[in-house]
């Protein structure tokens, strides 16, 4: 579900163009770079910023007697790339409503800039709600400047734990976009991308190699096998573009390493063991090329498991003789079983036969929304007890009934399910972004930065939310390959 755009074709023109600015702009490495001038940032009140308009003196005096402390936004006429790099010292804006117009470029531009940040901001118009509209925003709920001043603390804090912790999201399917002409580094219509990335303080995503599930003939095996590994060879080769701003990661410490120089780590997973064809020794080859997990069916069955969803399948049969095989191979190499998409039968048989850890990279909770997509309590627990760790999904045919605004509260439903089952050490977000992911409140790299202030409202710790955004997958990856029998 990538971002939809509904507002006015001048509105449209204004955010394409700021869009194109952001990318061409020394390649965002300014971005990448500004980390330090966050420090101040947490030292005192929340820094609210104020247009240049003729109300800003009262506006200024009313942030001050609500705890705030006014700022003042670059003044009209400067560009978008002023005002972004302004937008990483506030923790929230105030306008006078109506004040952002369609006429008023520079108003615009403000506008974009908190959206692109998710800056929480009092102040809205009709095109403020337009816009929202068609970035699958939440309305805004912020009504005083005592509430704004709230938001803007809590805001505060989540950014400082996101830029403090190693953020990763697990599944992202941009790479299917790329005959679309997207790519990691240019900000686009996709939900993933390295300026999204910043603006919502996400450190590392998973790139997806996906197929389809077709025949299981011979030339059918060889023809998926060569479209993976061509594939795999597009995703390196997007990433390699920008050597300035992100590289591969394959273990943990190189995605950590990455951080600490101001990069984005880009993992890389296939989903479908379709990819590796009939052959055990492809899967030394998707080792070989820095394949970090490998789901191991689709919605389809294969020749190594039963598949969970509704077509027929059989839920109750897992893997087959050479899928167990596959495992014993995996373990070997150090891959991580991802089981989001098989069959119950499947997971069990994997629960007792792996001798590493396994994950579910985008999944949920069928207790909250009964979608054979989702684990139910039973297997949380067995998740849990194997070390293993759920990413939760954002996908709304997932997560809720349909016909319904499902939003990022839905979302935290399935997480505190969760977490509540299987424990806060085993849980995480793998958004499916790109594939499928996106609700109202989370629609992008950008949004990511609202799970963890919902994070922050539900009552988690700092510590716990840095274990949810990265340190537990980090940690059953790390145990996974650590396991591996490199002989």
């Known amino acids: 579900m990538a971002q939809s755009v509904t507002y006015p074709e001048t509105v449209r023109k204004v955010f394409e163009k700021a869009d194109a600015e952001v990318t061409e702009y020394k390649i965002l490495r300014f971005a990448q770079n500004d980390r330090s001038t966050l420090n101040d940032t947490y030292i005192g009140r929340p820094r609210i910023a104020v247009p240049d308009c003729e109300e800003a003196e009262l506006i200024k005096q009313m942030v001050i007697k609500a705890g705030g402390e006014p700022v003042d936004m670059p003044r009209n006429g400067c560009g978008i790339v002023d005002l972004r790099k302004a937008a990483r010292q506030w923790d929230g804006a105030a306008m006078p409503d109506g004040w952002v117009k369609t006429a008023e470029e520079y108003s615009v531009l403000v506008y974009k800039t908190i959206t692109d940040w998710n800056i929480p901001y009092l102040g809205t118009s009709k095109l403020t709600e337009l816009i929202d509209n068609g970035l699958l925003r939440l309305p805004c709920d912020i009504t005083s400047f005592e509430d704004l001043v709230s938001k803007a603390r809590i805001f505060r804090q989540a950014v400082r734990i996101m830029e403090d912790a190693f953020c990763i999201d697990t599944h992202c399917d941009l790479p299917d976009e790329y005959s679309n002409g997207v790519s990691v580094g240019k900000r686009s219509k996709t939900q993933c991308n390295i300026p999204k990335m910043n603006e919502g303080h996400l450190d590392s995503q998973v790139l997806i190699s996906f197929l389809w599930q077709g025949p299981l003939d011979e030339v059918s095996l060889k023809k998926a096998v060569d479209n993976n590994l061509a594939k795999i060879a597009k995703i390196k080769e997007d990433i390699a573009k920008y050597p300035d701003l992100c590289a591969q990661a394959r273990t943990p410490d190189e995605a950590i390493r990455l951080k600490k120089q101001g990069k984005k780590a880009f993992f890389i997973a296939l989903e ?121 999904y954002t996908v709304a045919d997932f997560l809720a009934r349909q016909g319904e605004r499902i939003s990022i509260e839905d979302f935290m439903k399935h997480f505190d399910h969760c977490v509540e089952v299987a424990g806060p050490e085993h849980v995480g977000v793998g958004s499916d972004f790109d594939g499928g992911g996106g609700v109202w409140g989370c629609n992008g790299d950008n949004d990511l930065i609202n799970i963890t202030v919902k994070m922050l409202e539900h009552g988690y710790s700092s510590e716990q939310i840095k274990g949810f955004w990265g340190g537990n997958f980090l940690r059953v990856l790390g145990e996974a390959q650590a396991k591996a029998d490199r002989d």
Not at 282 to 299: A, T, V
Not at 328 to 346: K, V, Y
């Open 272 to 392: 479908n063991g379709y990819g590796i064809g009939n052959d055990i020794g492809n899967i030394r080859k998707m080792k070989d090329l820095g394949i970090i997990y490998i789901s191991l069916c689709h919605f389809k069955d294969n020749a190594i498991c039963n598949t969970s969803s509704h077509n027929g399948s059989d839920p109750s049969k897992g893997l087959t003789g050479f899928g167990k095989k596959v495992i014993e191979e995996m373990n070997r190499q150090g891959i991580l079983i991802d089981l989001s998409h098989p069959s119950a039968g499947t997971f069990w048989d994997c629960i007792e036969l792996s001798k590493a850890p396994v994950v579910c990279s985008h999944s949920g909770a069928k207790a909250i929304y009964g979608h054979d997509r989702g684990l139910d309590d039973k297997q949380l627990r067995a998740l849990a007890e194997k070390g293993g760790v759920i990413q939760v």
